[in-house]
């Protein structure tokens, strides 16, 4: 944006509040207006929802630290991801800058990398038939909860190497989910529970693999040396959970939101079906559509002017990867999905250097659940009346439950999931 | 035309990839991207165009 027609607006409407509804009418009015802005909401906080301004301000981690501040129960949080930041442990890689965030980042890219993602492909589709048998006679599931949620966490649980249990998989999963939404109801303690006895899980393998080493990613997390030697366990719980609250609830709302569309645009859903070399590109629009993650803060080390804005050290910069992928400057006709939309540099893995470790395990995630389906579940269709959506504009742009009926099918299986 | 991708930049975004497969490929150790050949056949200047702006990091230079 040229220097003389720089502004700040400042407006009341509050990303980060779990009551607001609409966001996705408000944010392109706001972009339009001031890419970058202030929302009075919470303690106040910076919003950046322009495209060129948010990729350059995610790129420049030494201005927007993506580093937590929390070591134990009555701390006073500061940083991390979320506005306002919340008393928990940091996530790693995730909520540190570097030099930590290298020896992180570079033990685990390899795992993740374009050839291992797709490597897993045999695993995820084992975990998607076993899924498509259990409610294949029915006629009737609930993709988030009974399909994408289970598929993703159990799916990373065998990535990993972590057994567990058939009377389990509910356990293993299904609070990955619930985290995204249901702070402030009832189900929220049930969750935080669940949430701490997969982290005695994960203790429990750590044991395991240092007596003597399992196959699977986590076995030989446990045995890598870093350059200040082995990880410890509080790191190797930490980065486990990271793998999969990072894998979970994200892909669950991009096929989740997917598979609605796909049921309200059946011309699109064909075209997926008649030229599945389509399904690449597609896959990219979905996420640049959808945002699944549709915002992550940041915080300002040192005063710094951006567009007019001066910001000072210690505030918070929500960056608005939702709106930052409808900016009509880069991304023509931005409300409409365009399945081979090309160029599309949308930003819904991120950008900068905390770009999402798991992207190309998103897409092979992807194309296992949209092949798999399409071929078994045909005539799928989601029952819109009975949707429901997260309450709010969270960092999640998510579904707590999508109900689909389609003509039942045989088994192919046992539907064992362990 | 000549292409190439700056490292400094590169995130492994596979966009570029995406937009034409037969220039960009991603390494197996951190998925960033290299550029197969530097000098890009007129047919695939078009493609080429469309990994320059697919990259949200502006990483790659044509010259
Ligand atoms: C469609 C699915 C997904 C979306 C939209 C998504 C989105 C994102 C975004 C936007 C970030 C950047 C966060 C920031 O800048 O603060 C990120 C980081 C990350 N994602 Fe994903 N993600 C997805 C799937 C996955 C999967 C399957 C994994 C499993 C390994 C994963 C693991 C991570 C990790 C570990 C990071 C932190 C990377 C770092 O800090 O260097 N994500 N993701
Ligand atoms: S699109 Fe850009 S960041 Fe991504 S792999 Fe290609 S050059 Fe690297």
Known sequence: MPEDTAQVCVTDFDPADVDYAGWRERFPDLQKQCPVFKSTGQNGYWVAAGYPELTEMMRDWETFSSAKHWEKEGDVPTGGNVVPPVPARAFIPVETDPPKWKKYRFLLNPFFAPKAAKSYTGVVTEVATALIDRVIEKGEVDITRDFTNPLTALSTLRILGINYSEDEWRRWSLPFHQLAYARGTEEFGQCLADLEWIRQQLSAAVDLNWAEQQPGLFGTLCHANTAEGKLSKQELIDIGMMVLVGGVGTTTALFSNTMIYLSQDLEARQRLIDEPELLDKAKEEFVRYFSPINSQARTVTHDTEVCGASMKAGEQVLMALGAANRDERVFPDADTVILDRMPNPHVGFGAGIHRCLGSFLARVFFEVMFREVMTRMPDIMVDEARVRRFPSATSVNGLISVPATFTPGHKVGSGALA | ?63
């Open chain 2, 1 to 63: 035309m000549k292409v190439r991708v700056n490292d400094d930049r590169c995130v492994g975004q596979g966009m570029c990839r995406l937009a034409c497969p037969e220039i960009f490929e991603l390494n197996d150790e951190d998925g960033h991207a290299y550029v197969k050949m530097t000098d890009v056949p007129p047919e695939l200047e078009h493609a080429v165009d469309h990994a320059v702006r697919s990259c949200p990091e502006g990483a790659i230079e044509t010259y």
